[in-house]
């Protein structure tokens, strides 16, 4: 079988051999290969679209090698960097507001990874019942402590990777994932093959949840969820929502994100 279609300078032409896709009539076959390629065309028409609105963006460096619990930390002009890596940055706070608004909807106790420039932390403070945040880099868990003592909600700082900690943790009513790869092994995993970042976190954060429980994760994705994307979550969850965070301005020299919005994702349990 062959699905052949032409679009404004690409060609799209699958080639499937008898034994694959082997539906009980010809006529789903031909539905189903036919509904999979329209995918296909449709993503490469959206990409094609926004390809001139992307910000210019700079080469991503290596992970420097080493632990990451034990690099220096540095904050410049609203740049959290570790290890070469610009690991949060300032521009993304209209994102961080509308996931952390998300993620406290249902009150009681969240669960934050990741404390970067503390932004999220600063609005989820305030907004539950109590925060208890995990972070790896010594020096930002530092800094973390140093904040939690002027926070209004009971919070606590555990230090360590969340792959650590959380099995030594009970269950939350938010779960709040901003984390960031360790090393080019992990950058190749959760951002370059999986189908977002969170992926691998989404069976054990299931586990962590209260019945009114919900998860929102720094998703990677522009507008929309990609198929394998929905299917990674709903192995995992029985609902999402999903909105778009429009109006972001990643600078210039921006290395981990070009484009002006950014899907959030509610998961429930
Ligand atoms: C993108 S920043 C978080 C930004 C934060 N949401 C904010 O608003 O500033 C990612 C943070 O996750 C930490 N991190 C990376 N891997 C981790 C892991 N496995 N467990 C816990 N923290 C991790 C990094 O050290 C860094 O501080």
Redesign the pocket.
């Known amino acids: 079988m062959r699905v052949i279609r032409h679009l404004r300078s690409v060609d799209v032409d699958v080639l499937l051999r008898d034994d694959y896709v082997r539906t009980p009539t010809e006529r789903q076959r031909v539905w189903m290969v036919n509904r999979a390629v329209d995918e296909l065309v449709e993503a490469l028409a959206r990409a094609d679209a926004d390809a001139g609105t992307l910000v210019m963006g700079r080469e991503r460096t290596p992970i420097e090698e080493g632990a ?1 619990g034990t690099r220096a930390a540095s904050v410049r002009d609203g740049t ?1 960097e ?1 290890a070469g890596q610009s ?2 940055q300032d521009w ?1 706070a209209p994102l ?1 507001e509308r996931m952390t608004q998300r993620v406290c909807e249902g009150g009681g106790h969240v669960l934050e ?9 600063g609005m989820i403070d305030g907004a539950c019942m109590r925060h208890t945040v ?4 010594s020096e ?1 868990a530092a800094a973390a402590r140093r904040w939690s003592k002027t926070a209004t909600t009971p919070t606590v700082i555990l230090e360590g ?3 650590d900690v959380m099995p030594q943790l009970g269950s939350f009513d938010g779960i709040f994932m ?3 790869p ?1 090393d080019d092994t992990e950058f190749e995993r959760v951002v370059v093959r999986d189908a977002t970042v969170a992926e691998t976190f989404f069976a054990m954060a299931a586990g962590h949840l209260s019945d009114r429980g919900r998860l929102v994760y720094y998703t990677n994705e522009v507008d929309s969820l990609s198929r394998r994307h929905q299917r990674a979550l709903l192995r995992s969850f029985s609902r999402f929502e999903v909105e778009v965070v429009r109006g972001l301005r990643p600078p210039d020299d921006c290395d981990y994100w070009w484009h002006d919005s950014m899907a959030v994702v509610t998961a429930y349990v």
């Open positions: 990451w959290l570790i690991v949060m993304e961080m990874l990741g404390f970067g420039l503390g932004l999220s932390a995990v972070e790896l880099n930002v990777s969340w792959e901003d984390t960031f360790v």
